[in-house]
């Protein structure tokens, strides 16, 4: 059966593939065994190649596993830390919630306005 790849856009996607190759580079350099480290990662050497050519299908747990495995784990710790475009909503007063904010439900206040000038009759709403 067919995986599903995720449609990514170009920088995305580069973005992937320089951190693969980032992962296969720190690997050469401790000179641990593609085997070993998908060992000690719990993954299949198949899926180390994959995290390592930025297969944007394989699960992110098996990115982290690789990370772990090469003593690269705190580098997590900086994903998102600094989160200016948040800051500077916050600084502006901006509402922060933990969902998004609810759709009405009446539709769009154009629909409203039409239905209302639907109501008035010919000639009386313009």
């Not at 593609?34 to 050519?53: H, M, N, P, Y």
């Not at 900086?78 to 600084?91: F, M, T, V």
């Amino acid at each position: 059966m067919p995986r599903n790849r995720p449609t990514l856009f170009p920088a995305t996607a580069r973005q992937l593939a320089e951190l693969g190759e980032r992962l296969r580079l720190a690997r050469l350099r401790r000179r641990y065994s593609a085997e070993s480290v998908a060992v000690r990662a719990g993954i299949t050497r198949v899926t180390l190649a994959r995290v390592e050519k930025g297969d944007a299908g394989t699960s992110m747990g098996a990115y982290v596993a690789v990370m772990r495995v090469l003593g690269l784990q705190g580098d997590l710790d900086a994903l998102g830390k600094d989160d200016e475009l948040g800051r500077k909503l916050q600084d502006l007063g901006m509402s922060i919630g933990r969902t998004a904010p609810r759709r009405r439900t009446g539709g769009s206040p154009l629909a409203s306005e039409s239905t209302e000038r639907q109501a008035a009759g010919p000639g009386k709403g313009t």
